[in-house]
């Protein structure tokens, strides 16, 4: 009953922020007829309360976070040179790690729709779940199955491998066949520094996609998780790897990083009846490290075993207020080789007033992956809890 009035009082405070003036903050600035400039802002902030999270040990916990705040900058300067320079509160949970940074920082050099450039520190390939960041996802809580290198890590340079799937390197991507239905992109990256990678051996990435029905429409190689049925029907099987030599474990146990992923989206406009979702995902890591490196000071302790995860959502047709329902369900499986399994089960509802621009959540989690969190060591451990979060996301 607790948890039921805290989410109550929460859902208050979010619908009187959907009540409030509006603020536009986002526009483009056109200075000739091949230089322009945009700004734009986004923001996610959630209201969580999980069982025995309490200080207490045995209370209900009442948390109110900042997921996100960030703001997006990009431009072009020439026909076929155009940049991105997005920011972030990193870690804005985390009073010891939370600081204000540069997300993305991309110079681009767009010269065909079947060959393109980008340079700098920006998203290496992967899974359409790291593709679409947390703006563009089907749910609030949308990283549940083992982070790849650039995700695992919370720092560049020595001892990191990138922050939030963000590295240093180059990206080649672009579209071929009907309507651009085959994408593509392949990077290389600096990957894990120092630690393991004695020899300062770089990432390689690539992910191929293939639309099946309508052609998805997002800029360079990003992704959606839903259209919400505004790009028809849409069926699209992907595929991406991640490897690096010496990518995993400590300098004195080393072992080769290798992470296989495959994906699918299927999106149905069902007439006037409402718009059916699905993603799928599943991925397979080999880190190749020994467990005594989890003795180790310097280990870069990344998982080695199999996870999938699988999400079914339903656009309702008819508008209640300002936006439309869309009830979901979710299972995220996580089995380690060498570490506990764990999993979680996940049912909530979205209520979609501007697409990905604005957006409330409400949703109910059960499992064990927040108690076992990213320890991957054979004596991980962690119970099965309840928890409930109520999220509002804006951005333009």
């Avoid at 600035?29 to 207490?56: C, N, V, Y």
């Avoid at 890590?153 to 020595?158: K, R």
């Avoid at 495959?262 to 409402?274: C, I, N, R, S, W």
């Avoid at 380690?336 to 764990?342: I, L, P, T, V």
Wanted: proline share 4%; hydrophobic share 40%.
């Amino acid at each position: 009953m607790k948890a039921i009035l805290n989410v109550a009082a929460a859902a208050l405070v979010a619908v009187g922020l959907l009540n409030a003036p509006e603020v536009h903050a986002g526009g483009k600035i056109t200075i000739d007829d091949t230089k322009w400039i945009s700004l734009g802002i986004g923001g996610r902030a959630s209201f969580s309360t999980q069982e025995d999270a309490a200080p207490s040990g045995e209370d209900w916990s009442n948390d109110f976070n900042l997921d996100n705040a960030r703001i997006y900058i990009a431009g072009q300067v020439h026909e076929f040179v155009k940049f991105e320079l997005n920011t972030e509160c990193v870690f804005c949970g985390n009073s010891n790690l939370e600081e204000f940074v540069v997300l993305d920082a991309i110079a681009k050099f767009e010269i065909t729709p079947m060959l393109n450039i980008w340079a700098g520190r920006l998203l290496v390939p992967a899974e359409r779940q790291e593709m679409n960041g947390p703006f563009y996802s089907p749910t609030y809580d949308a990283f549940k199955t083992p982070f790849h290198p650039s995700d695992f890590s919370v720092d560049f340079g020595s001892g990191g491998a990138g922050v939030y799937a963000r590295d240093h390197g180059v990206n080649i991507w672009g579209a071929a066949g009907p309507e651009g239905a085959l994408q593509y992109v392949f990077g290389i990256f600096g990957g894990l520094q120092s630690g393991a990678n004695k020899n300062d051996n770089p990432l390689i990435a690539g992910r191929v996609a293939y639309n099946f029905l309508n052609v998805e429409q997002n800029p360079g190689y990003y992704t959606s998780g839903t259209y919400y049925g505004s790009a028809g029907d849409v069926l699209t099987v992907a595929g991406s790897f991640q490897y690096q030599k010496d990518g995993s474990g400590s300098t004195a146990n080393p072992g080769d990083f290798l992470g296989i992923s495959a994906d699918v989206l299927f999106e149905k406009v069902v007439g006037d009846m409402g718009v059916f979702t699905f993603n799928g995902e599943y991925k397979y890591f080999d880190s190749d490290y020994d467990s005594a490196a989890f003795a180790d000071a310097d280990n870069f302790g990344m998982f080695d075993g199999d996870s999938m995860s699988l999400t079914a959502l339903y656009l309702l047709p008819m508008k209640v207020g300002i936006g439309q329902f869309q009830p979901y369900a979710r299972y995220t499986g996580i089995y380690a080789n060498g570490s506990a399994d764990r999993d979680e089960v996940e049912g909530g509802v979205n209520y979609i007033i501007d697409g990905h621009n604005a957006r409330v959540s409400l949703f109910y989690q059960y499992g064990d992956i927040a108690t076992k969190g990213l320890d991957y060591s054979p004596t991980a451990s962690g119970n099965n809890i309840s928890a409930v979060t109520l999220a509002l996301q804006i951005q333009i």
